[in-house]
C-alpha cells in the first residue's frame, strides 16, 4: 500500500478511515448518514478491508460484532440518528464484550445541517457505560482511531468514537503510519456472549468495575491532556470546541483538553481546577462534562454563558467570555432565500404533484424526498424517522377509519424502506387498516450522495450483488395491490393513485424511476419554451422545479438545468413548452 509513513492533510472521515486501515481492521459495515458517510466510502478503498453498506445501523452493528467474535477488528458507523437505530445491540454489546476490537463511529450534527434532531450521543456512552473517545481535528481522528482498538482489545469493551460535522469535514495534517493486522482465535464462551438473564446478571458487576478501570486509566491517559498557560481561567473543553477555545485565547489561559469523553476523570479534573481561580466547561450541545464538574463539587461555568443548541464558534466563544469579537464584513444587497428544493428532473416530483391535487394527507420519511413538504408542493405533513410513515400511517388510518382510508397514503424512499419500512409494512398486512404505501424508487440511496442498497443490485464497490425485487417482496408480505407506475407520467400516476385510494384493501404503489443525478441515466434534450403560445400563466411554475422561471412574463427553461422529463409540459394547457434539439 502507498503512502505510508507521510504527512498529508486529510478530511477528518478519510483521517477515520486511514486509522481503521493501519490499526488493521479487516471488516467494516455501516449505513450512510451525514456527516459520517465518507468514513465508509473512503475505507472502502482499501482492498485489505471488506466493506459493505447494510440495511440498517443495527445490522451493520450486529455484522461488525460477528466480525469482532471471528478474531477480526471491525468497525461500523453511522450518524447520531443512526446509533439510535443500533442502540439495542450496543446496550447488550457492553455485557458480552468483545473479542478482537470492536469501535463503532459516530458523528453528531451540532446545527442539524442535515438530520432532523440535534441529539448529542454522548448520552448513549454513558447509558451503555462504554467509553468515547472525541478527536478534535484530523490528525487525532487518526490516532484516537487507533488507540480506540487498543481499548477495546485492553477493556474487553465496544468503544465509540465520536465525530462531529466540523471534525468530519473539515481539513488538517495527518501523519500516516504502517498497517498492522491483530488476529485473535474465537472460543466458544456460553457465560460471556450468551446473555439470557441468568448469565447477564453476572456480566453487569463486570461491567460497573471496568467502568471504575477506565476513570483510573483516563486520569493518565495522553488521550486527555492539560496546557497550562494563563490560569486566571482555565477551561475544560473537547473535540471542536477545544479549536475555538485554542484560537480565541491561545495560551493566555489553561485549557484541560478531554480526548476521552467516557468515562470521565475525576482527579485530573479536581488537580486542574485547584491551579486555576475559575473554572469554565466549553462544551457543545448538552452540558455531560460540567454536570460531571458540579457533581465533583467545584464551582464552573458553563450553559449559564453557552447555549444548549447550535454550533458554536470562535465567535462566540469570545463574545461569551467578554472579549472583543472581530467587526465583520456585510453585503449590503439584499440577498433572496435559497430554500433547499428537489432536483430538476426529480423523480419524485411528479408523484408529490399527484397527491397534492388529489389533497391527499401525505405521511413522508427520511430521505431527499422529504423536500416534498415544501412550497409550492408542500405535499409532506409529517417526518418523524426512518421508516415512521408506514407504522404511522397504519395508527392513523385505524383510528379514523374510512373517510382517512381514502385519502391518506405513506411515502417512503427504496433505501429507507430497506432500512427499516419492511417492519412497518408487515404491521400494515398483519393487522389489516387499509392504508396505501408509495415507495419512492429512485434506484439509489439519494440524500447521502448516491450509496447503493440492497434494491439496486450493487455493492459498496459498485460490483453486482444481491438484489431485492420489490413487488415480489410486498406480495410475499401479503399485499394483493402491488402496482408500479412512472412518475413522469402524470396521468398514468392520477389514475394509480385514485384506484389504490378507492379499492377496499391495502395496497403498495413503487413510483419508479432512476435519480436524476445517476451518471447512468439518459437526460432528453431540454426543453425549450414556443413565447408566441406562452400566456403567463404560471401553471408549470406548480410543480417547484428549479429549471422553470418566469421572464418578461414568459415561461422560462434553463437548458443548463432541464433534463427534458416533460412533466411540466403536461400541465401546460397551451402547448407552449417543447422539447428541444439534443446536442450532438
Known amino acids: 500500500m502507498e503512502n505510508q509513513n507521510r504527512k498529508e492533510l486529510m478530511l477528518g472521515n478519510k483521517a477515520v478511515a486511514r486509522g481503521l486501515y493501519e490499526a488493521g481492521v479487516c471488516f467494516i459495515s455501516s449505513y450512510p448518514g451525514t456527516p459520517s458517510t465518507e468514513i465508509t466510502e473512503e475505507a472502502a478503498k482499501y482492498d485489505e478491508i471488506y466493506c459493505e453498506w447494510a440495511p440498517n445501523e443495527k445490522v451493520a452493528m450486529e455484522a461488525a460484532f460477528g466480525a469482532s467474535l471471528a478474531g477480526r477488528r471491525s468497525f461500523c458507523a453511522q450518524k447520531h440518528v443512526g446509533l439510535n437505530v443500533a442502540a439495542d445491540p450496543l446496550f447488550t454489546m457492553s455485557y458480552t464484550g468483545v473479542n478482537a476490537g470492536l469501535v463503532i463511529g459516530v458523528a453528531d450534527d451540532a446545527g442539524m445541517h442535515s438530520s432532523q434532531n440535534e441529539q448529542d450521543s454522548r448520552h448513549h456512552a454513558i447509558a451503555a457505560k462504554v467509553p468515547m473517545l472525541e478527536p478534535s481535528d484530523s490528525a487525532e481522528a487518526l490516532e484516537f482511531t487507533k488507540k480506540a482498538f487498543e481499548i477495546s482489545e485492553q477493556f474487553d469493551t465496544p468503544v465509540l468514537l465520536k465525530m462531529c460535522t466540523r471534525v468530519a469535514h473539515s481539513q488538517s495534517l495527518t501523519e500516516t503510519g504502517e498497517r498492522t493486522v491483530p488476529i485473535k482465535e474465537y472460543e466458544k464462551n456460553i457465560a460471556k456472549y450468551v446473555m439470557m438473564p441468568g448469565n447477564a446478571i453476572k456480566r453487569h458487576p463486570i461491567v460497573e468495575q471496568r467502568t471504575r478501570d477506565l476513570i483510573a486509566f483516563a486520569e493518565t491517559s495522553d488521550l486527555n491532556r ?21 484560537e480565541v485565547f491561545g495560551d493566555s489561559v489553561s485549557v484541560l483538553k478531554l480526548g476521552i469523553a467516557n468515562p470521565l476523570p475525576e482527579k485530573l479534573i479536581k488537580d486542574f481546577a485547584a491551579k486555576v481561580s475559575k473554572l469554565a466547561v466549553v462544551e457543545e450541545l448538552d452540558p455531560i462534562i ?43 444587497a439584499q440577498i433572496p432565500p435559497r430554500p433547499p428544493v428537489m432536483c430538476a428532473g426529480c423523480p419524485h416530483r411528479g408523484m408529490f404533484y399527484t397527491l397534492k391535487q388529489n389533497k391527499c394527507t401525505v405521511l413522508g420519511d427520511i430521505g431527499c424526498y422529504t423536500l416534498g413538504a415544501v412550497a ?36 417512503i424512499g427504496d433505501s429507507t424502506f430497506m432500512h427499516s419500512g419492511m417492519t412497518g409494512l408487515a404491521n400494515v398486512a398483519y393487522n389489516q387498516s387499509n392504508s396505501t404505501v408509495i415507495i419512492l424508487d429512485n434506484s439509489i440511496t439519494g440524500m447521502t450522495g448516491h450509496q447503493q442498497n440492497p434494491t439496486t443490485g450493487y455493492n459498496i464497490k459498485g460490483d453486482p450483488a444481491g438484489k431485492i425485487d420489490l413487488e415480489a417482496l410486498c406480495r410475499a408480505m401479503g399485499f394483493n395491490r402491488v402496482r408500479v407506475t412512472d412518475p413522469y407520467d402524470l396521468a398514468q400516476c392520477d389514475k394509480v393513485v385514485k384506484e389504490e385510494l378507492a379499492a377496499d384493501e391495502p395496497s403498495v404503489i413503487i413510483s419508479r424511476r432512476p435519480c436524476a443525478l445517476l451518471k447512468y441515466v439518459k437526460h432528453k434534450a431540454p426543453l425549450i419554451t414556443d413565447s408566441a403560445k406562452c400566456v403567463g400563466c404560471k401553471s408549470c411554475m406548480r410543480i417547484g422545479c428549479p429549471a422553470i422561471s418566469m421572464k418578461n412574463g414568459k415561461a422560462a427553461i434553463d437548458t443548463t438545468l432541464c433534463v427534458g422529463c416533460g412533466v411540466c409540459s403536461q400541465l401546460c394547457h397551451f402547448d407552449a413548452l417543447k422539447p428541444g434539439e439534443k446536442e450532438a
Open 376 to 411: 409550492p408542493l408542500g405535499a409532506i405533513e409529517t417526518t418523524l424517522c426512518m421508516g415512521a410513515s408506514i407504522g404511522a400511517v397504519h395508527g392513523f388510518n385505524k383510528m379514523l377509519g374510512k373517510e382517512s382510508e381514502k385519502k391518506t397514503v405513506a411515502v
Open 290 to 332: 460540567e454536570n460531571h464538574v458540579k457533581a465533583l463539587g467545584l464551582e464552573v461555568s458553563g450553559k449559564d454563558l453557552f447555549p444548549l443548541e447550535g454550533e458554536f464558534s470562535q465567535n462566540l466563544v469570545a463574545e461569551k467570555f467578554g472579549k472583543e469579537v472581530p467587526a465583520g464584513k456585510s453585503v449590503d
Open 226 to 246: 492539560v496546557e497550562m498557560g494563563g490560569t486566571d481561567l482555565g477551561i475544560i473543553t473537547s473535540s471542536t470546541s477545544y479549536q475555538y477555545v485554542k
